[in-house]
């Protein structure tokens, strides 16, 4: 993906952002219960019918777990919260994936522009040695003493 389609989609991102609307972590269930009291239709041997349904979201924030029952009235609001919240976090998992590419690829690129300046490697312009030294003037590095470099330059 090249830079300006990376920047083109975290634009994308960040307006998405701001357009998702009020959020809540956690996840919405539906519970069925069976009570204490004898005789009740939710303890009949041949058909038991659970009391319910009830709605309960559940949900960790800042290190803590937390249930609450919500009301069927509120159930819609919460659900549309519950799934932006779960869109923001995958938004800004996006988000930090095309940033880390983005980096990558500028580490990669000042790679390239540091490997121009070593003797042997094409460099814009035909010149791969210092500045200064025309094409056939380049720089040789010997190492016929361990442990100690000689620069020499030919042709000077």
């Known amino acids: ?4 389609a990376i ?20 996840t919405v269930s539906t519970q069925f219960n069976i009570c204490g009291t004898p005789g009740c239709r939710c303890k009949d041997p041949l058909n038991p019918r659970k009391h319910g349904p009830y709605y309960q979201l559940s949900y960790g924030w800042r290190g803590k777990t937390s249930s609450l029952f919500i009301r069927v009235d509120q159930l819609a609001a919460m659900r549309k919260k519950v799934a932006n919240y779960k869109r923001l ?17 500028e580490r990669t690129a000042q790679q390239r ?8 490697m094409a460099a814009p312009g035909g010149n791969s040695g210092p500045p200064g030294l025309s094409a056939s003037q380049s720089v040789v590095r010997s190492t016929a003493v361990p442990g100690r470099t000689q620069d020499s330059t030919a042709g000077i």
Do not use: C, F
Not at 1 to 4: D, I, L, N, P, Y
Not at 89 to 96: A, D, G, I, S, T
């Open 7 to 26: 920047e083109r989609r975290i634009n994308r991102i960040k307006r998405e952002l701001a357009r998702l609307g009020p959020l809540h972590p956690g």
């Open 89 to 105: 976090q995958e938004l800004l998992r996006e988000w930090v994936d095309l940033q880390m590419e983005l980096e990558r690829q």
């Open 113 to 120: 522009r540091r490997h121009r300046g070593i003797p042997g």
């Open 1 to 4: 993906m090249t830079r300006s």
